[in-house]
């Protein structure tokens, strides 16, 4: 087909023919009324690439206007408010002392009673302890009862001490010791007897051999 120009193409077999052909010189077909447009003799180049537009800046509000005149105006207005306020300061305050001056002076309140806290009496150390001890008087230290026994410790004015025990309600036993203090309590000896306090018991020994153990407990005199 060359030097034969090809204008129309055939849409059952894509051959191109000549202008002067009718139908299609391949397969027959009849030409379509419609011109089609001639195949291209070269390779058209790819379009350009679009490239998008480049983003707005973010829209910012203008600043605001400030006026000064509108500045002066606040600052004048605070003034006035500071000033109103310290004057109706001062005015509450002389109000009230005046008020204070016209009211009657109130009586003065009587000072409250003084209770002198009364003296601790000593008592008395039980007469029938105080007959055996040798001095003119004894002062109550502490009285217990310990099982069926009843003990008073008794201190004199010169500070000796004495332990009297005997079996509860029976007087004819008894038996008045001199004494000491010790880290523990008291301690009284009889012989080879010893008579030992220690805190809340009392320990009975003879011959540093432990013979009888008695809870205390703290109680009143059972005797005159």
Known sequence: ????????????????????????????????TV???????????????????????AWRPPPAYRSSSTGSFTGCMVALLTVAFLCSLALLLVLL?????????????PDPPINPTPAVQAVTCPDRV??????????????????????????????????????????????????QETAAGLLARNGSYLYEIRGDEVVVSVDGREIVRERLVATSPRFP
Not at 3 to 31: H, K
Not at 35 to 57: D, G, I
Not at 97 to 109: C, F, H, I, Q
Request: glycine letters at 6%; one cysteine or more; proline letters at 13%.
């Open 1 to 32: 087909m060359t030097g034969v120009t090809t204008t129309w193409r055939c849409s059952l077999c894509d051959v191109w023919n000549a202008t002067a052909d009718t139908s299609c010189q391949c397969c027959d077909t009849v030409r379509r």
């Open 97 to 109: 002392a005046g008020v204070r001056a016209r009211a009657p002076a109130s009586a003065p309140l």
């Open 35 to 57: 011109t089609e447009p001639a195949p291209a003799l070269f390779f058209a180049p790819p379009p350009p690439p679009v490239m998008p537009p480049p983003p707005l800046p």
């Open 130 to 179: 105080t007959l055996l001890i040798p001095a003119d008087a004894a002062d109550l230290v502490v009285a217990y009862d310990a099982g069926d026994k009843h003990i008073v410790i008794c201190r004199t004015a010169t500070g000796e001490l004495y332990y009297y025990g005997q079996y509860i309600g029976r007087d004819g036993t008894g038996l008045l010791m001199s004494a």
